[in-house]
């Protein structure tokens, strides 16, 4: 909106609706005026496919929150972070990963349900998670982990800051300062900016195997076209 | 009417092959081949992301690093605080995660429910 994008919301009711939608009031996933409001316009009422679609979301998204994160992973993740002695390397492995489990489950659960309501009532969403724990890297694992969040952090933070398009340095800080912030946003804790920090420099490193990877093609480019000469 | 399709599921996330970024969207990054070299390489980015989520997790930098060094060295007084069930539990949990997102990376929920047997319910209907 502010940057000219995207139309002003017609009415002071569309606007209230799209401020109260109620399936994803409550966490997410962050929807942006374009990608409801125009949905607004027209009236809505499922047909048979999107009750189907979306009651199967809303099903499989509470399995995912109730049963997996609640019922079988919040326990044993509860257990190993709330003990105060050292722990037995297998047992703190496997309080990291079901706290890994639990977070995912929980919050593509949440976010699975969200949509699939918005779709029984005839509404389109935007995904939130895409299988994020196949990514290959961690510019893969932010374009499949909350997903409406990244795209924000991207659109209203790395791009105003700049980007890529200010040079190399440049781009590495705005890159970290995206993740650290990022972190910030999930709690007023030190330990959410040292997250941030720690995928910042993961990012970091990844971009910096890509840039050399680049080069050394572009060199040996540059070699091949020398020799056909 | 407005009808949500598989695709417009998509497009909602990403909009079609963008050539430039569409504001709320976010272009995949180019599907991955699933070959072994690449499972790897997702496995060590999903070890990487565990560490992260250590100081995520925990309440104060006490406890995470209390956390890491019980990760990563054996220390001989460690205690046993889970049970077998539990280790079980989430062992088997964490595999069945991350194959499956393995096995569908590349799709979406909806496709894959849709082509289950019995799964014809999901995607039926008028298109």
């Known amino acids: 909106m502010y940057r000219k994008e995207s139309q002003p919301v017609k009415s002071l009711l569309d606007f209230s609706l799209f401020v109260t939608f109620f399936p994803h009031l409550v966490a997410g996933p962050i929807v ?32 995912m929150k109730v049963f997996l994160a609640d019922g079988m992973l919040s326990g044993p993740a509860n257990t190993v972070f709330g003990t105060q002695d050292p722990l037995k390397t297998l047992d703190a492995w496997m309080g990291v990963l079901a706290f890994s489990g639990q977070i995912f489950f929980d919050f593509a659960g949440y976010s699975s349900c969200a949509i699939g309501a918005a779709l029984c009532l005839g509404f389109t969403l935007p995904q939130n998670f895409l ?41 590495y800080f705005n890159l970290m300062v995206t993740m650290l912030l990022g972190g910030l946003w999930h709690g007023a804790n030190w330990t959410f900016v040292v997250w941030g920090a720690l995928h910042g420099f993961y990012l970091w490193i990844e971009k910096a195997f890509r840039d050399l990877r680049n080069r050394s093609k572009a060199y040996r480019c540059l070699l091949q076209r020398k ?3 | 009417m407005f009808v949500a399709t598989e695709e417009q ?14 504001e709320g969207y976010f272009p995949p990054e180019k599907n991955h081949s699933k070959n072994l070299t690449n499972f790897i390489l997702a496995l060590a980015t999903f070890f990487l992301v565990n560490v992260t989520w250590v100081f995520f997790r925990s309440p104060d930098f ?22 077998y069930l539990d280790i079980y539990k989430v062992a088997l949990i964490t595999v069945g995660l991350v194959v ?5 990376r590349n799709t979406m929920v909806l496709k894959v429910a849709g082509k289950m047997p019995g799964g014809f319910w999901v995607l039926s209907g008028p298109s």
């Not at chain 1, 047909?47 to 009651?55: A, V, W």
């Open chain 1, 131 to 171: 299988f994020p724990y196949a990514a290959v890297g961690f510019t893969d694992f932010w374009r499949r982990w909350h997903i409406t969040l990244s795209s924000w952090l991207r659109d209203y933070l790395y791009i105003p800051l700049g980007g890529n398009r200010l040079g190399k340095y440049r781009t």
């Open chain 2, 100 to 104: 499956s997102h393995w096995l569908m």
């Open chain 1, 227 to 229: 020799n056909n000469w």
């Open chain 1, 32 to 63: 942006r005026p374009p990608q409801l409001v125009p949905q607004f316009l027209t009236p809505r009422k499922a047909n048979s496919q999107q009750l189907m679609q979306g009651l199967f979301l809303l099903s499989l998204g509470l399995f």
């Open chain 2, 9 to 22: 599921l998509v497009k909602a996330s990403f909009g079609p092959t963008l050539k430039k970024p569409v």
């Open chain 2, 62 to 83: 006490n406890s995470a690093w209390k956390i890491l060094r019980s990760m990563f060295i054996n220390l001989p007084k460690g205690t046993a605080v889970l049970s």
